[in-house]
């Protein structure tokens, strides 16, 4: 996907993209940190192929190796991990979701001291902003 990503999405002057399994931390040695200049991570689309003992495993090992960097990545409740499943399902493709936090703020920040500040957007208002409006079945199932 990273070729892919950078043929169509050119990366900026700080930016970096990595190609790895996540299960695996090398990957941290092919990142340039100077906690002075601070680092952020964002995996959108990929903590949901996890189980939320491999996420957990993956976002301590990072507050360790990066000290005070930011982590963006998305995840839905339990309710709609089925969802996903169900719309995959339909679709004929056989891959699985695991991954789901009910209570992201006080389930992440238990995993580690080192996680703090947890902020929580839903989809509809934490990213489409201006004039459109939802109907009240659109932000249940939001």
């Not at 930016?15 to 996540?22: F, P, T, Y």
């Not at 200049?37 to 939320?52: C, M, N, P, R, W």
């Not at 580690?112 to 004039?131: F, M, T």
């Amino acid at each position: 996907m990273i070729p892919l990503r950078e043929k169509h999405i050119p990366l900026g002057n700080l930016e970096q993209n990595v190609s790895c399994d996540l299960n695996d931390f090398s990957w941290f040695d092919q990142i340039d940190f100077r906690r002075s200049d601070g680092i952020v991570f964002t995996a959108g689309g990929q903590s949901y192929y996890f189980e939320k003992a491999q996420v957990r495993r993956l976002l301590c090992a990072m507050t360790e190796r990066f000290p005070g960097g930011m982590a963006t990545f998305d995840a839905v409740n339990a309710v709609g991990l089925r969802g996903v499943n169900a719309e995959v399902k339909m679709a004929g493709n056989k891959t699985k979701s695991f991954f789901s936090l009910e209570k992201p703020k006080e389930e992440l920040e238990r995993w580690s001291d080192c996680i703090v500040n947890v902020a929580e957007r839903n989809y509809i208002d934490g990213y489409l902003k201006g004039g459109w409006r939802k109907s009240i079945v659109t932000g249940i199932f939001a």
